[in-house]
């Protein structure tokens, strides 16, 4: 009896998007992982200001291993930069919703340089800027972070001044940086010692923003709508 012949065919080829979707996932899970940790460290040091947390309690609160902080951040230092900058932008976030509240100029520079100086994340981005100087590492990370700072607080004003009418007396980068540079500068002294608290500081002098009523000097923003012909 004729045996039936059976072909034997290939397996089909796996298609690019398929060969390409493991990867995808491995970098969607690592990038989870890193945001995880950082959260969970900003986290850990709010809820303890000052004390120290440990590499394998920010792990198990993330729900990942020791070795991943070393994997993402290369140490310790360096994520507790990322969480200390998180948690200062988070109350910077806080802060524009205190100020967009303010009915004039005057008072919002008020508000806005004593809520600063309440922050929590203060004394943490202290001690991250502090860890910028001493590990030239981190002083990359650091920078990215104040960077960051400044834009979004650069975009805040900018958004002040062009619906509320506000002008400020220098460009609004030079604004911003000026202004977090004086805040962060403060705590910097008193961590270091000197006699004092920020209390002492007048930082809502380090704002410039005003009335454009008030008949004060402003900078006249470049490319803005009321002066292009």
């Known amino acids: 009896m004729e045996k039936k012949r059976t072909d034997a065919r290939p397996a089909p080829a796996r298609s690019a998007p398929a060969r390409s979707a493991a990867p995808a996932r491995s970098r969607d899970r690592g990038r989870a992982t890193r945001r995880r940790l950082i959260e969970e460290a900003a986290r850990l040091c709010k809820e303890r200001p000052g004390a120290e947390v440990s590499v394998a309690e920010i792990a198990e609160a993330a729900g990942a291993f020791p070795n991943q902080v070393t994997y993402h951040f290369g140490s310790k230092d360096s994520l507790l930069v990322h969480a200390a900058f998180l948690g200062l932008l988070h109350d910077a976030r806080r802060i524009e919703r205190l100020g ?13 340089a004593r809520a600063v ?7 943490p981005v202290a001690r991250a800027l502090a860890a910028g100087i001493s590990k030239p590492e981190l002083a990359p990370v650091v920078d990215r972070h104040l960077q960051l700072l400044f834009r979004q607080s650069e975009r805040f004003v900018g958004r002040l001044v062009d619906t509320r009418g506000w002008r400020t007396r220098r460009p609004l980068d030079v604004e911003a940086r000026t202004f977090w540079s004086t805040a ?12 004092g608290t920020v209390a002492d500081l007048d930082l809502a002098g380090a704002l410039t923003l005003h009335d454009a009523s008030g008949g004060e000097p402003a900078y006249d923003r470049p490319g803005r709508p009321d002066q292009e012909a």
């Open 100 to 112: 967009r509240q303010a009915p004039d100029a005057a008072t919002f520079r008020r508000n806005i």
């Open 117 to 123: 100086l309440a922050m929590p994340s203060l004394p």
């Open 184 to 195: 962060l500068g403060a705590v910097l002294l008193v961590r270091a010692g000197a006699h």
